[in-house]
């Protein structure tokens, strides 16, 4: 085998072809994802390389993957579903993450707002997260070993803020941490009652929206070596 093909099989390219990643973009766009700029964003941002290599091949079918420590990658839907609420008023300039995890929601946020400012408890998670954003070139992100239930308060207000692990309540310092206009996508409850919410920081008060059933791992507490 060539050093080429070699490194295609590595990167998991072979079994990744275009046509796959194509499948996956219709069948999101059959499922009600409406905004263009976001199934852009899914076509090109390659998520086999935020999985291992020996799951890289299931990488473009519409699923949750395991990536270690307990945890998943986001199903493609929900990451493009999530993005879609969080831009569905306009564009974003500052937007908190909280689940870094694999790093592919982050990478593709990134790539549809300004800045991103991305918290994870596990820290060799992280650590690979940014390793892989620095190899797509995606500069635009900040990120912070800690507890998601505290948000960052430093860097606050946001105009957006998306949580990828599901709270038992709405985290009070992530509402304080919302700009005026500012938007929350958020997965609560517990178990398998759990509903993707988006909450608004409206001038008075927030409006909230529960926009259906969804499965995510829970938000824990503290950070984790
Ligand atoms: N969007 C990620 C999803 C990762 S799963 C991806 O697509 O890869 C949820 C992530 O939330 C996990 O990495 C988990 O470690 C993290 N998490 C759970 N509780 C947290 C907390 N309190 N603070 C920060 N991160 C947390």
Same mark, same amino acid.
């Given at each position: 085998m060539s050093r080429e093909q070699d490194d295609m099989l590595r990167r998991g390219i072979g079994m990744t072809s275009q046509r796959t990643r194509e499948r996956l973009i219709q069948r999101l766009y059959e499922e009600g994802v409406s905004n263009a700029k976001v199934l852009e964003v899914i076509r090109r941002t390659p998520r086999h390389l935020f999985v291992d290599e020996a799951l890289a091949h299931r990488a473009y079918e519409d699923t949750a993957l395991p990536i270690g420590h307990n945890q998943t990658i986001s199903q493609p839907y929900m990451v493009a579903r999530m993005s879609e609420l969080l831009l569905e008023a306009g564009p974003l300039d500052k937007v908190m993450e909280i689940g870094t995890g694999s790093g592919y929601q982050t990478a593709v946020l990134s790539q549809l707002v300004e800045r991103v400012f991305s918290v994870e408890r596990i820290k060799v998670l992280q650590d690979r997260a940014k390793e892989r954003l620095v190899e797509l070139n995606l500069r635009n992100v900040v990120f912070r070993w800690g507890d998601g239930w505290e948000g960052? &308060?430093?860097?606050? &207000?946001?105009n957006g803020i998306i949580v990828t692990a599901v709270a038992t309540d709405v985290p009070q310092a992530l509402l304080d941490q919302l700009a005026p206009g500012g938007r929350l996508v958020i997965p609560v409850g517990s178990g398998e009652v759990q509903q993707l919410m988006l909450i608004i920081r409206e001038e008075q008060g927030f409006s909230r929206r529960v926009l259906g059933a969804v499965r995510f791992v829970p938000l824990l507490n503290g950070p984790l070596a």
């Open positions: 960052w &308060p430093a860097l606050a &207000p946001y």
